[in-house]
């Protein structure tokens, strides 16, 4: 039987809270806080009258049509098939699994300048796949469809990783149950698994989507840049208003920008918390 001590403490990994606590202020408002803080200071130096007036240009408004619709189209595909590479990595043991795993952090490590030129090249009209898919009909460089593909390229490891924990971890006994039970497997996913894995799903998305709407490197050659296109990215508008010296207009996209990350960091932790509660629950 172990004995306490009196006045004994507890042992603690990393001393001196009020040191850590400071480090790690300081680091927020160096790195986060205060960038923020200035693009929304500088921000509300323009009347509303102005603000709504420079977000409204008819190339802003299309570049933010544009960037968040693609930016859905291709979330909604990670989802897809971020969860059939999840479920194939975790359930199923085949030979080149430990590469195929560590080729998903490729778009993270990869620079998205160095992404966007190859796929751009890749689905020209003198590339592979692209010279194909152009002899059908089917033109994927300077159009909507290659900003898809591209998002797609930098987006599907969200999705991955935020599905393939949950899924270690999920226990086979209620599937099996479902099994004893009569259930078929399109029922059982449906019914038991698919449920327990929505909230990490619904996560993947949402990271996605957030970082396909600022998207710039990957998306910067494959997409055109043409404003009659209409392929033109919020970050490319940007910064044609910084090469521009147009301060107040991309300080203006930028709080939207801004705004909409927030919004989105906000759902994803309100999902999680939602998420542990009903773990802590079961």
Known sequence: ????????????????????????????????????????????RLSPKEFFELISE??????????????????????????MLAWVLVRYDFFGK?????????PFALPTAVAGITLSKMYSNTGF????????????????????????????PFTVRSVQPVLETLDSQYEEAAYILGASRRRT??????PELFPSL????????ARGIGEYG??????????????????YVIMQKLERLDYSSATA????????????????????????RRVNAV
Not at 253 to 276: D, E, K, P, T, Y
Request: proline residues 2%.
């Open 189 to 194: 996913f449906f019914k038991v698994v698919f």
């Open 58 to 83: 008819p190339n802003v408004v299309s570049a933010f049509a544009t960037s968040i619709f693609c930016a859905l189209i291709a979330a909604f595909i990670n989802s897809v098939f971020g969860l």
């Open 218 to 235: 990957s998306v910067i050659y494959i997409s055109g840049n043409s404003a009659k296109n209409g392929t033109q990215v919020v970050s």
């Open 1 to 44: 039987m172990k004995k306490t001590l009196k006045g004994s403490r507890k042992v603690r990994v990393i001393p001196g809270f009020g040191l850590t606590m400071g480090i790690t202020v300081t680091m927020l408002s160096t790195l986060i806080i205060i960038p923020l803080a200035s693009v929304l200071l500088y921000s509300l």
């Open 202 to 209: 619904l996560t993947g998305f949402s990271l996605a989507l």
């Open 98 to 106: 430990r590469i195929l795993d560590g080729l998903i952090e490729l």
């Open 129 to 156: 796949p692209g010279g194909f898919l152009s002899g059908i009909g089917l033109d994927v460089s300077y159009t909507h469809i290659g900003i898809v593909v591209a998002l797609v390229f930098v987006g599907i």
């Open 253 to 276: 996209i930028a709080l939207v920008m801004l705004i909409i990350s927030f919004v989105l960091m906000f759902a994803i932790n309100i999902i999680q918390i939602r998420r542990s």
